[in-house]
């Protein structure tokens, strides 16, 4: 974590800042994708399986964590949505950070009229708030796993262009870059073999960062209704349905609305301590 | 000093009996006036000849305007705006003796050119009236004085005098007309005064009111726009809204059991929830196949998952209150043996998949999730797409007729005949059910036409052009010293011409 | 320096254009057709081509365009297809909710951020500072519309504070209307707050080890003054940043939150006129959120110099 100065270097206190959230957030992370995994095989129940007579029962009455208005089971809804949040978070940021960095790259090698139009671009999408795009994105596609994954990944591939940008043009300031210009190397090969291996650390953060972020997304836009279609089972969705329920059945708000929020701080831990590690200029910002 | 102070309890407590007493008299002597009253959709405009949504009508009909004809509480049409009426043997002209004495809230009067002006407005070459079609037989519109409208038809339509009672029908100013959009006049109990979007709409009574035999007793109305369920249970409860004439969570009636000041009431809509199938696509072509997934459905586990147990089942495209019902829900019940016998019969003996094209509305995404259960059960598997309601429905379903089947309400009473129109969505065709639905246009008698509907009803529940699953139900809650809401809902409204408080 | 601030004004000027064109191109590509939303499933073919006619649906896409960026130039935002009254009304009635909901949100996480964040440095590793660890990790994680659900249950139904959604609006007392929002302001509020806390911590910790603050320091000043006097102020640049950044954030929760707690703003009227295909309202909307982004962003950087001495004969706009 942040603020670790020297003074403290070495001390008990020191360890358990600087690892404990690594270790916390990998903890939570693991737990996560090993849930996700065994919902692909087994679950308590099946997750969509009705039972309209078992309807709204609290935990421990029938199932460990209880049912929904349907009759269904809540823990086996909540492990199948685990895997359908991490799934749509990893694809939407493979996507988004795959395309970023390499505009990014092409951006920091050739600059000029690129970057104006990249940099412009950029500011477009920033400028409208992302909820209302993906609103538009999921009244053009219609709501779905793929709706879902293009409207998070509109929203981070400027952001892991302006990274890479910036990370990039650092790297092309520097000595041994000269030596392989001087080397007659073009600057695809020269972002491939010098820039990129440089800045995967920044990269990396961010991508772990953006994780979280795309999980809060995915629970939000499925919380519209513009996410995974019914039946298969999604935290947004689950929220979204408690609304109703509210008085009647409240362990259907809170316990999806828990599994977003620990996936999303498992991956913030992940995030800072890899910061620590993987980015040093970066050591001690927010 | 004990003495002392018991005689101020003394005097505190006579203090406050009569407070009380002078409250409770008070308020006995003079019931409230005023009524906040609580809709689930905000209407798109206030005037309902120039745009369909039903939230229009519900804040507009019969209490800003009125026609020449209405609908009572039962569903029977009842003169209006015009006395007393008299059709030729034929059925091709409709004669209307019309009132004297009514004006318009701007002081327009109402005439026989009024109306004639307003009927043509709504059958004009650009008219942009959602019923249009009401009008399709209509061939001229005569004011033969004052007093007296003549309508001459081109072909005899039955319906008529029942369409002439419509939202859609309404008789409006000829001043007033173009800007009944925002700022409504009409001759009604109650004036507009206000709409703040998104939130409410506010009316006065009409103190010029032509009609002497009823007494308004309500001196302000307001609708308010409560979309949550969850936030309309509150109105309800803090007082902020006396009635809910469509509470729009089933779920939530349970928890108004036992309130000491707010009581429930169930009636019954026009609401029909069917399952419509493209008729002209594989494999719902196969009367087999839509007979067989029919009775795959238990109608009663859908009224339970998807609407709490509330709700009717239906065996045709027919409500209970409609008259000329015939109960058909006999005539393909749950059966999943039988289902499974004659899919194979079809030759699907291992089912099938097809998609469904669900809207948003919790009615009908619940309703196709337990359809899709009870269909898995006989080896049929529904894979549900959830379809943007009205604009991508509109397009995909209605328009585009590209879907396998979808599932939506249809709203509009008596509307059986949607079967046999071209085009409309199911793609069904039926030249004995066109047959009787042409009969019914040109029966002029109720008595007739009745034997008609039911024929119709019959047809439809054999054939299974669409999975007739239930009617939704009216859940009404309200304020117990309230009266004279309607229970049912022959037609999307909320009258309150009759509504008044009892203390 | 004025040169730059112009040439970044004409950058924005130019952003907020694009946006225009592509909300204009999306509206008009999206599938569903206004007039056969307006006239529903009775109506026929040529009913809905008179309607297509009265809302100028008919005419070519790009005298669309520029008969609506015109009028938005002049002040005039078009007329709402559902609600047939000027788009401008609307939004500004709209606005009435949405500004102090979100004016409410940010005040509220000042309020708890700051003290917290500068506190928390200041005795650094101490209680305060593990809670404020703590609190920016779990603040971050929640969702603003779960927090809302939660803040629903415990003040709305268990407690009974609070209602649990709706607006009376102003004209209902000033307070009530405040009530009204305070749930809605701290679900979005939360979140933000622990942003804030983490950014404000971080800064205040950079500037105390500056030169000038030692030099403060040893001038004897106490360590409460020199923090409160001199530290903090100079930290507030990142802070402020945050804020600005956050502002997006802040108005895309606040659609969310306006459709938890069922507040009439001008998110749900952009949620209400994306269904309803009230293509004009929506496009409007869209627009101003844009600018508003912008704008702020905008703020925020002119705002570093007035925060920041040492920027002011500097490269603020590099």
Redesign the interface.
Same mark, same amino acid.
């Given at each position: 974590m942040s603020g670790a100065g020297p003074a403290t270097r070495g001390t008990t206190g020191f360890r358990l800042r600087r690892h404990g959230p690594l270790a916390t957030g990998l903890t939570l992370i693991l737990l996560l994708a090993g849930v996700a995994l065994v919902s692909l095989v087994w679950t308590p129940f099946p997750p969509s399986k009705m039972q309209i007579m078992q309807k709204l029962k609290p935990p421990f009455e029938v199932g460990l964590l209880g049912t929904d208005q349907y009759g269904r089971d809540v823990l086996s809804m909540l492990m199948a949505g685990a895997w359908n949040s991490l799934s749509i978070a990893l694809f939407a940021v493979a996507l988004g950070a795959g395309i970023g960095v390499v505009i990014g790259l092409a951006v920091a090698a050739w600059r000029g009229v690129l970057e104006t139009v990249t940099m412009r671009g950029c500011d477009v999408i920033f400028a409208v708030p992302p909820i209302l795009s993906a609103m538009m994105l999921g009244a053009f596609i219609g709501p779905g796993r793929w709706t879902a994954i293009f409207a998070i990944a509109t929203f981070m591939v400027p952001v892991f262009t302006r990274i890479t940008v910036g990370a990039a043009r650092q790297i092309w300031t520097r000595d041994f870059i000269l030596a392989a210009r001087a080397a007659g190397k073009g600057p695809l090969l020269i972002s491939w073999q010098h820039v990129l291996p440089n800045i995967v650390g920044p990269i990396i953060v961010q991508v772990t960062i953006q994780l979280g972020l795309a999980i809060l997304t995915e629970a939000g836009l499925s919380f519209l209704g513009l996410g995974l279609p019914p039946p298969a089972p999604s935290w947004g969705r689950m929220l979204a349905e408690s609304q109703t329920f509210l008085r009647a059945a409240p362990w259907l708000a809170v316990l999806p609305g828990l599994a977003v929020a620990l996936s999303v701080l498992g991956f913030n831990l992940i995030g800072d301590g890899l910061r620590d590690r993987l980015d040093p200029r970066q050591r001690g910002r927010a | 000093m004990a003495r002392f102070v018991r005689s101020i309890s003394e005097v505190l407590v006579s203090a406050t009996a009569i407070l009380c007493l002078l409250l409770t008299t008070m308020a006995a002597a003079a019931p409230r006036t005023d009524l906040a009253i609580g809709m689930t959709i905000?209407p798109?405009?206030l005037d309902p000849t120039?745009?369909? $949504?039903v939230a229009i009508g519900q804040v507009t009909w019969q209490n800003i305007f009125e026609g020449l004809v209405t609908i009572d509480r039962d569903g029977k049409i009842k003169p209006q705006l015009a006395s007393s009426w008299e059709i030729s043997p034929d059925g091709l002209t409709y004669r209307f003796s019309l009132r004297s004495g009514v004006t318009f809230h701007d002081g327009e009067a109402f005439t026989a050119s009024v109306a004639k002006a307003s009927i043509d407005r709504a059958r004009a070459?650009?008219?942009?009236?959602? =019923?249009?079609?009401f009008f399709a037989s209509v061939d001229t519109v005569e004011a033969e004085d004052p007093q007296t409208l003549v309508i001459r038809l081109k072909q005899p339509a039955g319906s008529l005098l029942y369409w002439l009672a419509w939202p859609s029908s309404v008789i409006v100013g000829e001043k007033s007309a173009a800007n009944n959009? !925002?700022t409504p006049v009409g001759t009604g109990p109650f004036v507009f005064v206000r709409w703040?979007?998104?939130?409410r709409v506010e009316l006065k009574r009409n103190p010029g009111y032509w009609n002497r035999e009823i007494s308004v007793k309500l001196e302000t109305v307001t609708f308010r726009f409560?979309?949550? $369920?969850?936030?309309q249970s509150? *109105?309800l409860v803090?007082g902020?809204v006396d009635a809910f004439p469509e509470f729009g *969570?089933p779920?939530?009636m349970s928890?108004f059991d036992g309130d000491e000041r707010l009581m429930t009431v169930v009636g019954d809509t026009e609401l029909k929830v069917v399952a419509g199938m493209n008729n002209s696509r594989k494999p719902f072509d196969d009367k087999r196949v839509r007979q067989a997934l029919m009775m795959a459905l238990d109608r009663t !586990?859908i009224i339970?998952?998807a609407w709490s147990g509330f709700g009717t089942p239906i065996g045709s495209h027919y409500t209970p209150n409609d008259r000329a019902y015939v109960d058909l829900t006999g005539v393909y019940p749950y059966d999943p043996e039988k289902a499974r016998a004659l899919l194979a019969e079809a030759g699907y003996p291992n089912g099938f998949s097809f998609t469904i094209k669900a809207p948003?509305m919790?009615y009908a995404?619940?309703t196709?999730?337990?359809m899709?259960?009870l269909l898995a059960e006989v080896g049929v598997t529904m894979i549900?797409? $959830? !379809?943007?309601f $009205? *604009?991508?429905w509109? =397009?995909?379903v209605? !328009?585009g007729r590209d879907y396998d089947m979808t599932i939506v309400a249809h709203a509009?009473p008596m509307d059986i005949d949607i079967y046999s129109r071209d085009p409309y969505y199911f793609n069904y065709r039926n030249p004995a059910f066109d047959t009787a639905i042409r009969q019914v246009e040109q029966t002029p008698d109720a008595a007739g036409q009745d034997k008609f509907y039911q024929e119709a009803q019959k047809i439809l529940a054999d054939d299974v052009p669409a999975l007739f699953l239930f009617v939704m139900p009216k859940l009404g809650v309200w304020d117990k010293r309230l009266k004279g809401l309607w229970e049912d809902e022959p037609i999307p409204s909320n009258v309150l011409a009759e509504v008044y408080w009892t203390e | 320096m004025i040169i730059l601030m112009i040439r970044r004004l004409v950058g924005l000027l130019l952003t907020l254009l694009a946006v225009s064109a592509l909300i204009f191109l999306v509206m008009a590509l999206l599938p569903g057709d206004p007039a056969a939303i307006m006239l529903g499933t009775s109506a026929s073919a040529d009913t809905l081509a008179a309607l297509r006619q009265q809302l100028g649906l008919d005419q070519p896409l790009l005298l669309r365009y520029l008969q609506w960026l015109g009028g938005v130039l002049q002040g005039d935002l078009g007329r709402s297809h559902t609600y047939g009254v000027p788009v401008a009304g609307l939004i500004t009635e709209r606005l009435a909710v949405t500004l102090p909901l979100a004016a409410m949100a940010i005040l509220l996480s000042v309020l708890i951020a700051v003290p917290l964040g500068v506190t928390a440095a200041a005795k650094r590793n101490g209680l305060v500072d593990l809670a404020a660890t703590l609190f920016a990790q779990a603040g971050i994680a929640v969702p603003a519309f779960w927090m809302g659900l939660l803040l629903i249950l415990l003040f709305s139904m268990q407690l009974g504070w609070t209602p649990a959604g709706g607006f009376p609006g102003w004209h209902a007392g000033f307070f009530a209307a405040l009530h009204a929002l305070l749930l809605p302001a701290l679900a979005l509020a939360l979140p933000q707050a622990s942003v804030l806390t983490r950014v404000t911590r971080t800064a205040v910790l950079d500037v105390l080890d500056e030169d000038f603050l030692r030099a403060a320091r040893a001038k004897g000043l106490s360590r409460r003054a020199a923090l409160w006097r001199h530290a903090v102020p100079n930290a507030m640049v990142p802070v402020v940043t945050m804020l600005g950044l956050q502002f997006t954030f802040l108005v895309a929760g606040a659609v969310l939150i306006e459709n938890v707690f069922n507040l009439p703003g001008l998110g749900r009227l952009a949620y209400q006129a994306l269904s309803q295909r009230d293509i004009i309202v929506m496009q409007d909307v869209v627009l101003f959120f844009a600018a508003l982004v912008i704008v702020v962003n905008f703020s925020v950087d002119l705002s570093y110099l007035w925060l920041d001495p040492r920027l002011r004969s500097g490269k603020a706009f590099s």
């Amino acid at each position: 974590m942040s603020g670790a100065g020297p003074a403290t270097r070495g001390t008990t206190g020191f360890r358990l800042r600087r690892h404990g959230p690594l270790a916390t957030g990998l903890t939570l992370i693991l737990l996560l994708a090993g849930v996700a995994l065994v919902s692909l095989v087994w679950t308590p129940f099946p997750p969509s399986k009705m039972q309209i007579m078992q309807k709204l029962k609290p935990p421990f009455e029938v199932g460990l964590l209880g049912t929904d208005q349907y009759g269904r089971d809540v823990l086996s809804m909540l492990m199948a949505g685990a895997w359908n949040s991490l799934s749509i978070a990893l694809f939407a940021v493979a996507l988004g950070a795959g395309i970023g960095v390499v505009i990014g790259l092409a951006v920091a090698a050739w600059r000029g009229v690129l970057e104006t139009v990249t940099m412009r671009g950029c500011d477009v999408i920033f400028a409208v708030p992302p909820i209302l795009s993906a609103m538009m994105l999921g009244a053009f596609i219609g709501p779905g796993r793929w709706t879902a994954i293009f409207a998070i990944a509109t929203f981070m591939v400027p952001v892991f262009t302006r990274i890479t940008v910036g990370a990039a043009r650092q790297i092309w300031t520097r000595d041994f870059i000269l030596a392989a210009r001087a080397a007659g190397k073009g600057p695809l090969l020269i972002s491939w073999q010098h820039v990129l291996p440089n800045i995967v650390g920044p990269i990396i953060v961010q991508v772990t960062i953006q994780l979280g972020l795309a999980i809060l997304t995915e629970a939000g836009l499925s919380f519209l209704g513009l996410g995974l279609p019914p039946p298969a089972p999604s935290w947004g969705r689950m929220l979204a349905e408690s609304q109703t329920f509210l008085r009647a059945a409240p362990w259907l708000a809170v316990l999806p609305g828990l599994a977003v929020a620990l996936s999303v701080l498992g991956f913030n831990l992940i995030g800072d301590g890899l910061r620590d590690r993987l980015d040093p200029r970066q050591r001690g910002r927010a | 000093m004990a003495r002392f102070v018991r005689s101020i309890s003394e005097v505190l407590v006579s203090a406050t009996a009569i407070l009380c007493l002078l409250l409770t008299t008070m308020a006995a002597a003079a019931p409230r006036t005023d009524l906040a009253i609580g809709m689930t959709i905000e209407p798109a405009g206030l005037d309902p000849t120039i745009a369909a $949504p039903v939230a229009i009508g519900q804040v507009t009909w019969q209490n800003i305007f009125e026609g020449l004809v209405t609908i009572d509480r039962d569903g029977k049409i009842k003169p209006q705006l015009a006395s007393s009426w008299e059709i030729s043997p034929d059925g091709l002209t409709y004669r209307f003796s019309l009132r004297s004495g009514v004006t318009f809230h701007d002081g327009e009067a109402f005439t026989a050119s009024v109306a004639k002006a307003s009927i043509d407005r709504a059958r004009a070459a650009d008219s942009v009236n959602p =019923q249009k079609r009401f009008f399709a037989s209509v061939d001229t519109v005569e004011a033969e004085d004052p007093q007296t409208l003549v309508i001459r038809l081109k072909q005899p339509a039955g319906s008529l005098l029942y369409w002439l009672a419509w939202p859609s029908s309404v008789i409006v100013g000829e001043k007033s007309a173009a800007n009944n959009k !925002t700022t409504p006049v009409g001759t009604g109990p109650f004036v507009f005064v206000r709409w703040a979007k998104g939130d409410r709409v506010e009316l006065k009574r009409n103190p010029g009111y032509w009609n002497r035999e009823i007494s308004v007793k309500l001196e302000t109305v307001t609708f308010r726009f409560i979309g949550d $369920p969850q936030a309309q249970s509150a *109105a309800l409860v803090s007082g902020d809204v006396d009635a809910f004439p469509e509470f729009g *969570a089933p779920e939530l009636m349970s928890s108004f059991d036992g309130d000491e000041r707010l009581m429930t009431v169930v009636g019954d809509t026009e609401l029909k929830v069917v399952a419509g199938m493209n008729n002209s696509r594989k494999p719902f072509d196969d009367k087999r196949v839509r007979q067989a997934l029919m009775m795959a459905l238990d109608r009663t !586990t859908i009224i339970e998952g998807a609407w709490s147990g509330f709700g009717t089942p239906i065996g045709s495209h027919y409500t209970p209150n409609d008259r000329a019902y015939v109960d058909l829900t006999g005539v393909y019940p749950y059966d999943p043996e039988k289902a499974r016998a004659l899919l194979a019969e079809a030759g699907y003996p291992n089912g099938f998949s097809f998609t469904i094209k669900a809207p948003q509305m919790s009615y009908a995404a619940r309703t196709a999730e337990v359809m899709q259960a009870l269909l898995a059960e006989v080896g049929v598997t529904m894979i549900i797409e $959830p !379809t943007e309601f $009205p *604009a991508k429905w509109v =397009q995909d379903v209605f !328009t585009g007729r590209d879907y396998d089947m979808t599932i939506v309400a249809h709203a509009e009473p008596m509307d059986i005949d949607i079967y046999s129109r071209d085009p409309y969505y199911f793609n069904y065709r039926n030249p004995a059910f066109d047959t009787a639905i042409r009969q019914v246009e040109q029966t002029p008698d109720a008595a007739g036409q009745d034997k008609f509907y039911q024929e119709a009803q019959k047809i439809l529940a054999d054939d299974v052009p669409a999975l007739f699953l239930f009617v939704m139900p009216k859940l009404g809650v309200w304020d117990k010293r309230l009266k004279g809401l309607w229970e049912d809902e022959p037609i999307p409204s909320n009258v309150l011409a009759e509504v008044y408080w009892t203390e | 320096m004025i040169i730059l601030m112009i040439r970044r004004l004409v950058g924005l000027l130019l952003t907020l254009l694009a946006v225009s064109a592509l909300i204009f191109l999306v509206m008009a590509l999206l599938p569903g057709d206004p007039a056969a939303i307006m006239l529903g499933t009775s109506a026929s073919a040529d009913t809905l081509a008179a309607l297509r006619q009265q809302l100028g649906l008919d005419q070519p896409l790009l005298l669309r365009y520029l008969q609506w960026l015109g009028g938005v130039l002049q002040g005039d935002l078009g007329r709402s297809h559902t609600y047939g009254v000027p788009v401008a009304g609307l939004i500004t009635e709209r606005l009435a909710v949405t500004l102090p909901l979100a004016a409410m949100a940010i005040l509220l996480s000042v309020l708890i951020a700051v003290p917290l964040g500068v506190t928390a440095a200041a005795k650094r590793n101490g209680l305060v500072d593990l809670a404020a660890t703590l609190f920016a990790q779990a603040g971050i994680a929640v969702p603003a519309f779960w927090m809302g659900l939660l803040l629903i249950l415990l003040f709305s139904m268990q407690l009974g504070w609070t209602p649990a959604g709706g607006f009376p609006g102003w004209h209902a007392g000033f307070f009530a209307a405040l009530h009204a929002l305070l749930l809605p302001a701290l679900a979005l509020a939360l979140p933000q707050a622990s942003v804030l806390t983490r950014v404000t911590r971080t800064a205040v910790l950079d500037v105390l080890d500056e030169d000038f603050l030692r030099a403060a320091r040893a001038k004897g000043l106490s360590r409460r003054a020199a923090l409160w006097r001199h530290a903090v102020p100079n930290a507030m640049v990142p802070v402020v940043t945050m804020l600005g950044l956050q502002f997006t954030f802040l108005v895309a929760g606040a659609v969310l939150i306006e459709n938890v707690f069922n507040l009439p703003g001008l998110g749900r009227l952009a949620y209400q006129a994306l269904s309803q295909r009230d293509i004009i309202v929506m496009q409007d909307v869209v627009l101003f959120f844009a600018a508003l982004v912008i704008v702020v962003n905008f703020s925020v950087d002119l705002s570093y110099l007035w925060l920041d001495p040492r920027l002011r004969s500097g490269k603020a706009f590099s």
